[in-house]
């Protein structure tokens, strides 16, 4: 798999990696077995990057992604904190810093965690010199080797990058979330930040197996936050109206390229966006890895789909999200 450098933190990641909220909770049940499964699936395939956070299961997300780290050495694991607590900027703090990173490196059975991301976070703890000040300091004591920032909006992540500490941003990024291509895109790729793509697949919508008929379970975060009930909107689906997407998914169906799947054709977009270090598709089972982990050896897409796809994006997607996010 072809790999790019993870902006400061100064190491090279395959460009598909492997996002592990699945594997923790709010994605209908996967047992044990089975996540172990699609993370053995996913490193045969050529991931190297895997991305998790504390809340994903209360722990078993990062549990599970520590103990296949263990026995997998050379893979870059990047957690979250932040969201354990109620969301005010009050609560970050140097004190809840080390509470939270001490909980992640038990869970993950490291000294030093790879990369720590703050997990959306209120606005105004972007601005926070107290924030970096302590970031900085956990990197000094080697509890942490680099830290990034996961945001809901293009300002928040424009503010993240302009701080010199800063590692990577984590931002949705898909074919129904173009915002990020105008500035946030060009303004990491000047800076040297690496981009995480997350979502990339608007939840599964595009990945093409839903239509009108589909449900969820009820633990699935996809039947319980389409309006927000449980966290930010834009985390389901990209905050895109599941009608308006099933619609979407069917006007670019015609720009997959023959031999691909929708879903590696979305993945295949993003990668094709310049400043992307890494996308980190989820899985559910070790067929849904390999199968997003492929679309790495897709050449780039035809220079005509880029219009094709804002196409359908100014049509359909951006009066919905384009100035929310």
């Known amino acids: ?37 699609t993370l ?14 504390d809340v994903y299961g209360d722990g078993r ?33 140097m ?8 909980r992640s490196r038990r869970n993950l059975g490291v000294d030093t965690l790879d990369l720590v991301q703050l997990h959306c976070p209120p606005t105004p703890v972007y601005s926070s010199d107290a924030v970096y000040d302590a970031l900085d300091t956990l990197v000094a004591e080697e509890r942490i080797a680099a830290y990034g920032v996961s945001v ?48 990339p697949l608007a939840s599964g919508l595009l990945s093409g197996r839903y239509d009108e008929r589909t449900t969820f379970a009820p633990d699935d975060h996809r039947a319980f936050n389409r309006r927000g009930e449980a ?34 054709f979305a993945l295949r977009w993003i990668l094709d966006q310049p400043g992307v270090s890494v996308v980190i598709p989820g899985a559910r089972n070790p067929g849904q890895a390999t199968a997003n982990a492929t679309a790495a050896n897709l050449p780039p897409l035809p220079e005509a789909t880029a219009e094709a796809v804002r196409e359908v994006y100014d049509t359909l997607i951006r009066p919905q999200v384009h100035d929310r996010w």
């Not at 990062?62 to 050495?73: D, L, T």
């Not at 004190?95 to 001490?102: G, I, K, S």
Request: include cysteine; proline fraction near 4%.
């Open 95 to 102: 004190a809840n810093f080390r509470a939270w990173n001490e």
């Open 40 to 53: 053995r699936a996913a490193v045969e395939s050529g991931v190297t990057f895997i991305d998790t956070a």
């Open 231 to 264: 966290f930010d909107v834009g985390e389901t689906f990209s905050g895109v109206d599941f009608a308006t997407g099933l619609e979407a998914v069917r006007r670019l169906s015609p720009l997959v390229p023959e031999g691909a799947t929708m879903a590696q």
């Open 1 to 37: 798999m072809e790999e790019r450098v993870l902006g400061r933190t100064g190491r090279k990641v395959g460009v598909v990696g492997l996002g592990a909220w699945q594997l923790g909770a709010d994605w209908g049940a996967v047992s044990e077995d089975d996540a172990f499964a």
């Open 152 to 199: 809901e909006t293009c300002e928040e992540a424009l503010t993240a990058i302009a701080r010199p500490g800063v590692a990577t941003v984590q931002i949705i990024l898909n074919a129904f979330r173009l915002k990020p291509l105008e500035r946030v895109l060009p303004a990491a790729r000047a800076a040297g930040v690496g981009v995480i793509a997350r979502v």
């Open 61 to 93: 997300s990062e549990q599970i992604v520590g103990r296949f780290a263990r026995e997998h050495p050379g893979l870059t694991v990047a957690t979250k904190m932040g969201r354990r607590l109620e969301q005010v900027p009050e609560n970050y703090v």
